[in-house]
């Protein structure tokens, strides 16, 4: 299978305690987002790279969250001192593009289910 | 801001019978829209798009969808649903400036055999 995968699938933790999510985008996709969905709602954009840097964040993204992509391949997106109000599932998804215009299509990934406990 | 409305939450439909399933958007520049579909059990999958050109866009599956621009619509069709539909459906338009999707609720489809 050559989609957006991520790593884990599902994520149980207590509050207080630091969580870090990985994905790993369609290979020589070089743009890669990270999107929050909680139950009944559909998802919420946090952020997204170009290859290594981080282009926009949404005010969504406290600063307890920080997301990397370090070599422009895969990220990881970290909850630090989680919260139960950060129970939900993270989303992955990629594109490629070469313009600044529209015209490209995010693909998602399975996510990352999270429970704070 | 822009925005998404999808007016129906949950929709249930016998097999054979027409689907639409309304969309408005709020977005003041370039309009590219989407429909994803999720499978029970499964991801978020594309199902269509449209960036523009021709305002009735075909899919996967037999699902068509209709930009209608003076409405701020892109409602999504398929003239006969299979058991198989059954899933959970978001249209989503993009951002092209934060290249962020902004989703609407999702309605979910359940089709009775």
């Known amino acids: 299978d050559t989609g957006v995968s991520q790593d884990p699938r599902h994520k149980i933790t207590k509050r207080g305690q630091n969580v870090t999510f990985r994905c790993d985008p369609i290979s020589e996709h070089n743009r890669l987002y990270w999107y929050r969905q909680t139950l009944g709602q559909g998802p919420e954009f946090l952020t997204y790279?170009?290859?290594?840097?981080?282009?926009?964040k949404s005010r969504l993204l406290s600063d307890r969250f920080s997301a990397e992509r370090p070599k422009g391949s895969f990220s990881t997106l970290e909850i630090q001192r989680t919260e139960q109000g950060d129970s939900a599932m993270y989303l992955c998804a990629s594109s490629f593009s070469t313009t600044s215009s529209g015209r490209e299509t995010q693909y998602f990934g399975p996510g990352t289910r999270l429970l704070v406990l | 801001a822009q925005s998404v409305s999808q007016h129906n939450h949950h929709v249930i439909l016998s097999e054979a019978a027409s689907l639409e399933l309304g969309c408005n958007y709020s977005y003041g520049g370039t309009v590219n829209l989407f429909w994803y579909v999720q499978y029970p059990g499964q991801h978020l999958q594309l199902l269509l798009k449209?960036?523009?050109?021709?305002?009735l866009v075909k899919g996967i599956k037999g699902f068509e969808a209709e930009f209608i621009k003076s409405k701020f619509s892109f409602n999504l069709r398929k003239p006969s649903v299979q058991w198989s539909d059954t899933a959970e459906y978001f249209c989503a338009v993009l951002d092209t400036g934060r290249r962020a999707l902004t989703f609407g609720s999702g309605t979910r489809l359940q089709v009775q055999p």
């Open positions: 790279f170009q290859n290594e840097a981080q282009l926009e």
């Open positions: 449209y960036f523009s050109g021709d305002p």
